[in-house]
């Protein structure tokens, strides 16, 4: 569910001082003037794959909660396996026993998703399948880390993505990750989260899903067409529906209720001819690992 999460300390000078001493973190990496003798900012140091970096104005703890789980846990650093919520808080109170003033740190970025295995290649469904987010095609569409499919989309306050992690991972089964990463605080703080310990509650992490499920309904995935099946006006009706640029483009130029009465008329084409299985199939791959994380 949780993976990476960003913290923000405003008192820097607090937090600071923390950092610097040995007893807190052995090595503290920071820039040197070499002439000048000067120490100059920003310091680094970090715990069990997370990091923590000191700036001139503010501090901050990054990174992927789920790898560093693994790493203190499994000796591996990955997140391909499941992490689910006794995970997620025993991670927190990792941090909380790493640095200080958790409780008052501003949770500023955090990912939420799954991973979830798919019956056929999870390349394959993101290639042929995974068409537009609300009718916009894919801002990135590329292997993810040099190795397994992604499909990004970039909003102003959170990103979509969609990727092989069998592939990034080079493993033997067909795994696919679903994630919304939170760019911009407003975004969760709808749901009652500003702190790392909201990420606890239960209610909110259901709160979460929700959100998760209702940006993954808005995903065009549409399941490969036997032309010979379909009338030929519905088909190409259909072509054209299946191309953000014709959504971008052309139906952009019209009013919004002619888009709404286009976006209705896309969804009873794709009814009609039985398109939707791999969008049905993975919204409940993605209810039941969620039900399985969260007791977990």
Same mark, same amino acid.
């Given at each position: 569910m949780v993976d990476f999460v960003r913290l923000f300390w405003r008192d820097k000078a607090r937090f600071e001082h923390f950092v610097v001493q040995e007893k807190? #973190?052995?090595?503290?990496d920071t820039l040197f003037g070499l002439h000048t003798g000067q120490i100059k900012?920003? +310091? *680094?140091?970090?715990?069990?794959t997370m990091e923590v970096k000191v700036t001139a104005k503010y501090g901050y703890v990054f990174n992927s909660i789920h790898k560093a789980h693994n790493e203190i846990h499994l000796g591996e650093v990955q997140n391909h396996n499941d992490f689910g919520y006794d995970?997620?808080?025993?991670m927190i109170d990792l941090i909380h026993s790493k640095v200080i003033d958790v409780n008052t740190a501003k949770l500023t970025q955090f990912e939420f998703g #799954?991973?979830?295995?798919?019956?056929?290649?999870?390349?394959?469904?993101? !290639?042929?399948?995974? %068409?537009? &987010?609300?009718?916009?095609?894919?801002? &990135? !569409?590329r292997l993810f880390n040099g190795r397994g499919k992604l499909k990004q989309f970039d909003h102003h306050n959170y990103v979509v993505k969609i990727y092989d992690k069998g592939k990034q991972y080079n493993l033997p089964s067909n795994l696919l990750r679903f994630e919304i990463r939170f760019q911009k605080s407003k975004e969760f703080q709808k749901f009652g989260i500003y702190q790392l310990d909201d990420l606890k509650?239960?209610?909110?992490?259901?709160l979460l899903f929700k959100y998760v499920?209702?940006?993954?309904?808005? @995903?065009?995935?549409?399941d490969q067409i036997d032309e010979s099946l379909?009338?030929?006006?519905?088909?190409? /009706?259909?072509? *054209?529906?299946?191309?953000?640029?014709?959504?971008?483009?052309?139906?952009? *130029? +019209?009013?919004?209720?002619?888009?709404? *009465? &286009?976006? /209705?008329?896309?969804?009873? %084409?794709?009814?009609?001819?039985? @398109?939707?299985?791999?969008? !049905? @199939?993975?919204?409940? %791959?993605?209810?039941?690992?969620? @039900?399985?994380l969260i007791n977990f």
């Amino acid at each position: 569910m949780v993976d990476f999460v960003r913290l923000f300390w405003r008192d820097k000078a607090r937090f600071e001082h923390f950092v610097v001493q040995e007893k807190n #973190f052995a090595e503290v990496d920071t820039l040197f003037g070499l002439h000048t003798g000067q120490i100059k900012y920003p +310091y *680094r140091t970090g715990f069990n794959t997370m990091e923590v970096k000191v700036t001139a104005k503010y501090g901050y703890v990054f990174n992927s909660i789920h790898k560093a789980h693994n790493e203190i846990h499994l000796g591996e650093v990955q997140n391909h396996n499941d992490f689910g919520y006794d995970g997620i808080c025993k991670m927190i109170d990792l941090i909380h026993s790493k640095v200080i003033d958790v409780n008052t740190a501003k949770l500023t970025q955090f990912e939420f998703g #799954f991973n979830i295995e798919t019956p056929i290649p999870a390349e394959d469904i993101i !290639t042929n399948n995974v %068409l537009m &987010h609300k009718t916009k095609g894919p801002n &990135h !569409t590329r292997l993810f880390n040099g190795r397994g499919k992604l499909k990004q989309f970039d909003h102003h306050n959170y990103v979509v993505k969609i990727y092989d992690k069998g592939k990034q991972y080079n493993l033997p089964s067909n795994l696919l990750r679903f994630e919304i990463r939170f760019q911009k605080s407003k975004e969760f703080q709808k749901f009652g989260i500003y702190q790392l310990d909201d990420l606890k509650d239960k209610l909110k992490l259901r709160l979460l899903f929700k959100y998760v499920i209702e940006r993954f309904s808005e @995903l065009t995935i549409v399941d490969q067409i036997d032309e010979s099946l379909i009338e030929q006006s519905d088909l190409n /009706r259909l072509i *054209r529906y299946n191309n953000p640029y014709y959504w971008q483009t052309t139906i952009n *130029r +019209y009013s919004a209720t002619t888009k709404m *009465r &286009h976006l /209705r008329g896309y969804n009873e %084409l794709l009814i009609k001819y039985n @398109l939707l299985n791999t969008k !049905t @199939l993975l919204k409940q %791959l993605l209810l039941d690992k969620y @039900l399985q994380l969260i007791n977990f």
